[in-house]
Nanobody, 116 residues
């Protein structure tokens, strides 16, 4: 069925920026929420940011003011603009699309590494 494909991860120095993208490989419709999660080595996966179909957003306290989530609903694509990156932002970032009671789809993840 539908797969989500992330791009934009990589290695960046502290203080730098990256923009992550997530797009479906097949047809999808009526998405309620698009989100980004991350998992650092030895730590639990955590919510970074999410956006609803209506444009409402929320962020983890640790990234608020530095990261911005946005979407292009015509392309069913979600973005995460990450500025002022810190070493503690290092981890595998996953996108997630939800339609309540219908689907809950995860990408394979993209590595983000922030060096000192």
């Amino acid at each position: 069925q539908v797969q989500l494909v992330e791009s934009g991860g990589g290695l960046v120095q502290a203080g730098g920026s990256l923009r992550l993208s997530c797009a479906p490989s097949g047809s999808i419709f009526s998405i309620n929420v698009m989100g980004w999660y991350r998992q650092a080595p030895g730590k639990q996966r955590e919510l970074v940011a999410r956006i609803t179909g209506g444009g409402s957003t929320n962020y983890a306290d640790s990234v608020k003011g530095r990261f911005t989530i946005s979407s292009d609903n015509a392309k069913n694509t979600v973005y995460l603009q990450m500025n002022s990156l810190k070493p503690e932002d290092t981890g595998v970032y996953y996108c997630n699309y939800i339609r309540s009671g219908i689907f809950d789809i995860w990408g394979q993840g993209t590595q983000v590494t922030v060096s000192s």
